[in-house]
């Protein structure tokens, strides 16, 4: 039954970085307002209702795998807040928040190759 729907639904299996710029372009049609808090939930919704389907983590989500720990390294923080938490509480509000979490997802994406332009 769940094949069947998934087919029906003709889901792309790699559009993770896609819905994300879009949520970027877009965040309050998507979140309802400029809040990390909220994206924090509409992405743990997104996981949830991706399992509920028995569909894996894409490649996309699984290269976010290390983002909780590269965010508690970058910032010097050893307690168990989340991500999203620990970036509203260097950020002046939701919405700076929100904008920051793209700067460092960006970052984060990208830190193999700044490491490798460092070395060469």
Known sequence: ?????????DVKNEYFFDLLQ?????????????????LRAFLNGYEMARAELGLPDTEQQQQLDGFQEWIQERYKITSSHGWDSIILFFSADERDALDNFFKLLEEFL???????????
């Not at 990208?110 to 060469?120: A, P, S, V, Y």
């Open 22 to 38: 879009r949520i970027k372009q877009r965040p309050g049609m998507y979140l309802g307002k400029c809040s990390i808090s909220r």
């Open 110 to 120: 990208n830190r193999d190759l700044i490491t490798e332009d460092k070395e060469n």
């Open 1 to 9: 039954m769940v094949a069947e729907v998934v087919n029906k639904l």
